[in-house]
């Protein structure tokens, strides 16, 4: 009798088993910022849940996943599209064609692009659920909490997600305003037991002033642990008075070759003055933080 071929299917079965065994989540809460270049991607894992946050401006996030992820596992539990702009957007074409989602959290902005108009159609077509935030709201998967910090209302008409769009470059009353993009970009608090992140899309200095007023109000948890910093790095972001006040442990900054000089030397010698150790994906690649889970 030949046992060659038992002795393969042995060989495969316990490869399988091992690549589970590998691959297998725990329970504590993974923090990536993946490097796709010039372009923000997030990703929060922890146990069976998947969280994306903006998809970069190719794509590179899909082998993000797949070096973060179990390859067996398709579904995120939420995405979030923080502003509808193609460095944090176009990923997210190809995430939605290889994934399933179980919540769309975006604003409810119209960009007269082709780039949106395919993702606006993959969100219909695949009837992904939308949630348009607005400050205070929060936002629970599994054990992970998001506090919605920005914007302080709901942006946008929420019809956009129910119907195809119109060939036009004005729908459902919203112009394309696209320099104002960075100023509604939905910007979270996470919390996960000890550890907490911000995630502060692109929003420009102007919107920290707002977003510090509604944190004194209800104190907002600080010093944070992690900050992923603004708009790449730009001058525009990261002001003296929103980094005294979370006074962030670490900074992330999602950054590839630009011709903006991003990140600026000010912005980098700030977060140094307030004891921020920075992370580069431009130097690092992938950034993964891990939060241990508290032991009972």
Request: net charge negative.
């Amino acid at each position: 009798m030949n046992k060659k071929p038992v002795v393969i299917f042995s060989l495969l079965f316990l490869a399988s088993c091992f690549s589970f065994i590998f691959f297998w989540p725990d329970d504590s809460l993974h923090f990536i910022a993946c490097d796709v270049g010039q372009g923000d991607a997030l990703l929060i894992t922890q146990s069976f849940n998947q969280i994306l946050i903006d998809g970069g401006p190719n794509d590179k996030v899909l082998g993000c996943l797949a070096r973060h992820t179990p390859f067996w596992d398709r579904r995120l539990e939420m995405v979030v599209n923080t502003h509808p702009e193609a460095d944090h957007l176009r990923g997210l074409i190809t995430v939605l064609s290889h994934y399933q989602i179980g919540q769309l959290i975006s604003n409810s902005l119209y960009n007269d692009t082709d780039l949106f108009a395919q993702f606006h159609d993959l969100v219909l077509k695949n009837k992904i659920e939308v949630y348009s935030p607005r400050q205070g709201d929060r936002l629970r998967i599994g054990k992970i909490e998001f506090e919605v910090l920005w914007p302080d209302t709901v942006k946008g008409d929420f019809a956009l997600w129910q119907q195809p769009l119109p060939q036009k470059t004005t729908v459902l009353g919203q112009s394309t305003v696209r320099e104002k993009f960075n100023d509604s970009a939905v910007t979270l608090l996470l919390r996960f037991q000890n550890f907490t992140a911000l995630l502060a899309a692109d929003i420009p200095q102007k919107v920290e002033r707002q977003i510090l007023t509604y944190c004194q109000q209800v104190n907002c948890q600080r010093p944070i642990s992690v900050l992923k910093v603004a708009h790449h790095g730009s001058k525009t972001s990261s002001s003296p008075e929103f980094l005294a006040y979370f006074k962030p442990q670490k900074a992330v900054i999602s950054v590839g070759e630009n011709r903006w000089g991003h990140p600026a030397q000010e912005v980098i010698d700030r977060l140094l003055s307030f004891g921020s150790e920075i992370l580069r994906t431009d130097l690092q690649g992938d950034i993964e933080i891990t939060a241990l889970k508290d032991q009972p």
